[in-house]
């Protein structure tokens, strides 16, 4: 990093989305470790492969670390090197020979006096013939195999020795590397790299002593060129102490990075939105049910937030049902009531059609204040729009994507509630931040984040840790678990016979088309066809048809007849996986289910069991199974509570995945594992408060260690 201030043109968030001057940047003068010197020097071509393997600065080099190690400590007699594993032996050359039976090959005998070592090289040049000539002596690093013509070793290392050549004193670093950098060539740089970088400790001794870390010095030394006697598998399985520093480094740079930008929110303004109860009394007269205690509690604390002079940012996680809509609408009326401006925002047209139906119902005069702003509008209605916004006399937008663009301008904005946040970009809801309070310059509008997707708790302490949570974990009462069935594509009959008594009961069904990921138009046509064929399997009910490329129109309207069951069966792509709202709905199909993830399948299946009738899902899928989509079907056969849910996900696709759009502006973790180190995440936590509190030299010094120069667009 350099000590100048950084330019802003090296900010892309700043770039991109016209940020407040405001927004958290740390003083970059006061650090004291200057980790991420160039690579100077070296061609052009090595810097091209170095940044294949994510390097870009001497410190890249200090923390690529060995993927196992070779042990090149010990020399054993050919006879007696230990079996099923690398060994180093040396013998002299008796014979070398290119051989052309049963393939082309060199093949070099060597012998030590215990026993004779047959070489096998496939790739290899003429050249070598020369150099391994009879009476050369070689020390040579592989497996032995004690095949039909003796001991052999298929393409193993070697080395010419000439005179006393001494055994390797630590073990040998295997990197992850790419093409055209070899292992020599990548271990000299980082020998350089090891040498010439401050690898002085970023953290007193105090937080380090009572988790048993080593220094970080002594930690990467070790890891880049252990010691004979290291325990190889300890190493191997990250368990080492030195892994386990590293680790909690990392872990700590996302602490301290996340908590830092928590705290700087608090400095930038927002409009104070005390409860004033003229408008949220009333919608609480309205509504038809009472609150679920979860839902009161989750509505206290962002009844609080918002009441505080700075910019709230709290996510509201809750299973698909539980009941976020309501919430966000009290929350609404709360910003009303100041005589503030909301925007709601959902991904898709069919989710912000909901929530603007929903706020329509619970508005006493929907007319006046809420107004709609999606990408299907007419001119005409889209200019009206715009100037009610603009003119402060839409209190309330609802729309997609279309709310953050340019052209609109808000009176005075002071809630962003977005819904089903993670399917947003970093830059969308930057956006939409930036839109401003107006009448208060500098000040932002708080924000309320909904999602269905239950984050794990590890994940929430770390990727999440600069928002605040707030947990609907209880369900309205009068729900029916949704049974799930996992029924073989042989057996497509019984499903249409299901869904026959099911529509004739009275009750309505969902056919899920399958996901192709590979091509929408794919994706269309097979939805196309199914509906066809549905359509004749059923002629004696109505089957509807509702997909990602119809438009927004005509996706209303086969909404609304199912909604009021003019259609009882609908085919759907899985744009029905958020937001649709038909308690009459009992039965839900889907195809090859066997190709859907963990999380789309909860969500699907939470379309289903909204009303008081018991409910279904069936998961047809396509035989034979792969091992991990056999895993998957049963994870969602077993669990219905969706955090259970989201943590098989986690555990088996990793956090990039749930992360989505987040991960656009935080790095993911490189060494460790949300799964097996919680106990780190744990201490890295605790340590974050100490340093944040205690120690500030040392948080700079570690964050421009870890982080460099991108700690400062970590956050939106
Ligand atoms: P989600 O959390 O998935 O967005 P919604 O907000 O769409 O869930 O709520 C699902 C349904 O439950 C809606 O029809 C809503 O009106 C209803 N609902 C919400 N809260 C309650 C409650 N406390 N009691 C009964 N029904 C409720
Ligand atoms: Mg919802």
Redesign the pocket.
């Given at each position: 990093m350099s000590s100048q201030a950084p330019s802003s043109a090296k900010r892309p968030v700043a770039g991109a989305g016209g940020v407040n001057p405001r927004t958290p940047i740390l003083d970059p003068q006061s650090t004291s470790v200057n980790p991420h010197s160039s690579l100077a020097g070296l061609s052009n071509s090595t810097l091209t492969r170095l940044a294949k393997l994510g390097i870009a600065s001497k410190f890249d080099l200090v923390l690529h670390l060995p993927l196992r190690y070779d042990d090149e400590t010990r020399l054993y007699p050919i006879s007696g090197a230990p079996a099923g594993q690398a060994a180093l032996v040396e013998g002299k050359v008796v014979e070398c020979d290119i051989k052309y039976r049963p393939r082309r090959q060199l093949v070099c005998h060597i012998a030590d006096g215990s026993g004779v070592l047959t070489l096998r090289f496939f790739n290899f040049y003429t050249s070598q013939l020369k150099q391994l000539a009879a009476g050369t002596r070689l020390r040579v690093f592989g497996e032995i195999r004690h095949g039909f013509f003796g001991a052999e070793m298929v393409h193993p290392r070697y080395r010419v020795v000439h005179g006393d050549l001494p055994v390797s004193r630590s073990l040998t670093p295997i990197y992850p590397t790419t093409a055209g950098l070899n292992q020599d060539a990548l271990r000299r740089l980082i020998e350089r790299a090891l040498a010439e970088c401050d690898l002085g400790d970023t953290l007193p001794d105090a937080v380090l002593a009572p988790l048993k870390l080593p220094r970080f010095r002594e930690a990467v030394l070790y890891l880049h060129n252990p010691p004979p006697n290291a325990a190889q598998k300890d190493l191997a399985e990250g368990r080492h102490p030195a892994w386990r520093r590293v680790k909690f480094d990392e872990l700590l740079a996302q602490q301290l990075s996340m908590r830092l930008h928590y705290q700087r929110r608090r400095a930038v303004g927002a409009p104070a939105l005390k409860l004033r109860g003229t408008l949220t009394r009333a919608l609480f007269e309205r509504l038809p049910?009472?609150?679920?205690r979860a839902?009161r509690r989750a509505l206290a604390q962002i009844q609080h937030d918002l009441a505080r002079p700075y910019p709230m940012q709290r996510l509201l996680q809750?299973d698909?049902?539980?009941?976020?809509?309501?919430v966000a609408a009290l929350a609404a009326l709360q910003c009303m009531e100041n005589g503030y401006q909301v925007a709601v925002m959902a991904p898709t047209e069919i989710l912000a059609e909901q929530h603007y139906h929903k706020f329509a119902a619970w508005l006493a005069d929907p007319a006046a204040d809420l107004t709609w702003l999606a990408g299907g509008l007419r001119k005409k209605e889209k200019e009206q729009a715009l100037a009610a916004v603009a003119a402060g006399k839409a209190m309330i937008a609802v729309g997609t994507h279309a709310l953050f663009q340019e052209e609109v301008r808000f009176h005075n904005l002071a809630l962003a509630i977005v819904d089903e946040q993670h399917r947003f970009g970093v830059h969308q809801r930057l956006a939409l931040r930036m839109k401003g309070t107006q009448p208060t310059p500098g000040a932002q509008p708080h924000q309320l984040m909904m999602s269905?997707t239950p984050i794990p708790r590890t994940l929430a302490m770390s990727y999440y840790a600069d928002l605040d949570v707030s947990v609907i974990d209880e369900m309205?009462?009068g729900r029916n678990p949704v049974s799930t069935r996992l029924v073989s594509e042989a057996r497509r009959d019984e499903v249409i016979r299901r869904i026959r008594d099911a529509c004739i009961a009275g009750s309505q069904a969902y056919w899920v088309c399958p996901l192709i990921e590979e091509s929408e138009a794919l994706q269309l046509k097979t939805a196309l066809a199914t509906y066809e064929g549905l359509q004749r399997t059923f002629p004696e009910l109505k089957v509807g048809l509702v997909h990602g490329r119809l438009k927004p129109e005509e996706k209303s309207r086969v909404m609304q007849a199912f909604q009021e069951g003019a259609i009882q069966l609908l085919v759907a792509t899985t744009v029905i996986e958020v937001g649709v709202?038909v308690t009459n709905a009992t039965l839900m199909v889907i195809e090859h289910a066997e190709r859907m993830g963990l999380s789309q399948l909860h969500q699907l299946r939470g379309r289903v069991g909204?009303g008081a009738g018991r409910s279904t899902c069936i998961l047809l899928y396509q035989n034979p199974l792969t091992a991990a989509a056999r895993e998957r079907l049963k994870i969602i056969f077993e669990n219905h509570d969706g955090f259970e849910v989201a943590r098989h996900d986690l555990r088996l696709r990793g956090p990039g995945e749930l992360l989505g759009a987040r991960q656009s502006g935080v790095p993911l973790l490189r060494f460790a594992d949300l799964s097996s180190d919680v106990d780190l995440l744990e201490a890295a936590r605790k340590a974050a408060d100490t340093l944040v509190r205690e120690n500030a030299p040392a948080v700079r010094a570690h964050l421009a260690r870890w982080l460099g120069e991108r700690h400062d667009y970590l956050k939106v």
């Amino acid at each position: 990093m350099s000590s100048q201030a950084p330019s802003s043109a090296k900010r892309p968030v700043a770039g991109a989305g016209g940020v407040n001057p405001r927004t958290p940047i740390l003083d970059p003068q006061s650090t004291s470790v200057n980790p991420h010197s160039s690579l100077a020097g070296l061609s052009n071509s090595t810097l091209t492969r170095l940044a294949k393997l994510g390097i870009a600065s001497k410190f890249d080099l200090v923390l690529h670390l060995p993927l196992r190690y070779d042990d090149e400590t010990r020399l054993y007699p050919i006879s007696g090197a230990p079996a099923g594993q690398a060994a180093l032996v040396e013998g002299k050359v008796v014979e070398c020979d290119i051989k052309y039976r049963p393939r082309r090959q060199l093949v070099c005998h060597i012998a030590d006096g215990s026993g004779v070592l047959t070489l096998r090289f496939f790739n290899f040049y003429t050249s070598q013939l020369k150099q391994l000539a009879a009476g050369t002596r070689l020390r040579v690093f592989g497996e032995i195999r004690h095949g039909f013509f003796g001991a052999e070793m298929v393409h193993p290392r070697y080395r010419v020795v000439h005179g006393d050549l001494p055994v390797s004193r630590s073990l040998t670093p295997i990197y992850p590397t790419t093409a055209g950098l070899n292992q020599d060539a990548l271990r000299r740089l980082i020998e350089r790299a090891l040498a010439e970088c401050d690898l002085g400790d970023t953290l007193p001794d105090a937080v380090l002593a009572p988790l048993k870390l080593p220094r970080f010095r002594e930690a990467v030394l070790y890891l880049h060129n252990p010691p004979p006697n290291a325990a190889q598998k300890d190493l191997a399985e990250g368990r080492h102490p030195a892994w386990r520093r590293v680790k909690f480094d990392e872990l700590l740079a996302q602490q301290l990075s996340m908590r830092l930008h928590y705290q700087r929110r608090r400095a930038v303004g927002a409009p104070a939105l005390k409860l004033r109860g003229t408008l949220t009394r009333a919608l609480f007269e309205r509504l038809p049910f009472r609150l679920t205690r979860a839902q009161r509690r989750a509505l206290a604390q962002i009844q609080h937030d918002l009441a505080r002079p700075y910019p709230m940012q709290r996510l509201l996680q809750g299973d698909v049902g539980s009941g976020k809509t309501v919430v966000a609408a009290l929350a609404a009326l709360q910003c009303m009531e100041n005589g503030y401006q909301v925007a709601v925002m959902a991904p898709t047209e069919i989710l912000a059609e909901q929530h603007y139906h929903k706020f329509a119902a619970w508005l006493a005069d929907p007319a006046a204040d809420l107004t709609w702003l999606a990408g299907g509008l007419r001119k005409k209605e889209k200019e009206q729009a715009l100037a009610a916004v603009a003119a402060g006399k839409a209190m309330i937008a609802v729309g997609t994507h279309a709310l953050f663009q340019e052209e609109v301008r808000f009176h005075n904005l002071a809630l962003a509630i977005v819904d089903e946040q993670h399917r947003f970009g970093v830059h969308q809801r930057l956006a939409l931040r930036m839109k401003g309070t107006q009448p208060t310059p500098g000040a932002q509008p708080h924000q309320l984040m909904m999602s269905a997707t239950p984050i794990p708790r590890t994940l929430a302490m770390s990727y999440y840790a600069d928002l605040d949570v707030s947990v609907i974990d209880e369900m309205p009462p009068g729900r029916n678990p949704v049974s799930t069935r996992l029924v073989s594509e042989a057996r497509r009959d019984e499903v249409i016979r299901r869904i026959r008594d099911a529509c004739i009961a009275g009750s309505q069904a969902y056919w899920v088309c399958p996901l192709i990921e590979e091509s929408e138009a794919l994706q269309l046509k097979t939805a196309l066809a199914t509906y066809e064929g549905l359509q004749r399997t059923f002629p004696e009910l109505k089957v509807g048809l509702v997909h990602g490329r119809l438009k927004p129109e005509e996706k209303s309207r086969v909404m609304q007849a199912f909604q009021e069951g003019a259609i009882q069966l609908l085919v759907a792509t899985t744009v029905i996986e958020v937001g649709v709202d038909v308690t009459n709905a009992t039965l839900m199909v889907i195809e090859h289910a066997e190709r859907m993830g963990l999380s789309q399948l909860h969500q699907l299946r939470g379309r289903v069991g909204r009303g008081a009738g018991r409910s279904t899902c069936i998961l047809l899928y396509q035989n034979p199974l792969t091992a991990a989509a056999r895993e998957r079907l049963k994870i969602i056969f077993e669990n219905h509570d969706g955090f259970e849910v989201a943590r098989h996900d986690l555990r088996l696709r990793g956090p990039g995945e749930l992360l989505g759009a987040r991960q656009s502006g935080v790095p993911l973790l490189r060494f460790a594992d949300l799964s097996s180190d919680v106990d780190l995440l744990e201490a890295a936590r605790k340590a974050a408060d100490t340093l944040v509190r205690e120690n500030a030299p040392a948080v700079r010094a570690h964050l421009a260690r870890w982080l460099g120069e991108r700690h400062d667009y970590l956050k939106v």
